[in-house]
Every structure is written in structure tokens, then in C-alpha cells.
């Protein structure tokens, strides 16, 4: 499975409202009203955070 690196720029979520959240035991993702996902869960070695964004289209 090939692994990508995202970054997320916070200022591109500033001001954007939020219609959802998910918690699990090793992730939040928080889903805004655009569509815009962010992810924050842990690496596999379970010792740091990380996030991601994506965006659904359709």
C-alpha cells in the first residue's frame, strides 16, 4: 500500500464551518460544510499524531 504525505495549511481551514465529527480509538476526522475532510490519527508506531485533508468531489 503506497503511503502519501499531505500538509494541512490551517489557514485554508479558518473560518470554515463544521457539520461533523467521528472519534475513534486512533482517529478524530471532522468533516466541514464544503466537503473538506480533516483527518488527525495516529502513525503505526502509535507515538505520534499526524493529519491529513482531503476533499470529496461529486
Known sequence: METKNFKVISEKLKGMTVIDVAI??????????????LDIYLDKTGQTLKTSTNKLEG
Open 24 to 37: 475513534t480509538t486512533n482517529a478524530v476526522v471532522i468533516k466541514f460544510s464544503d466537503g473538506t475532510f
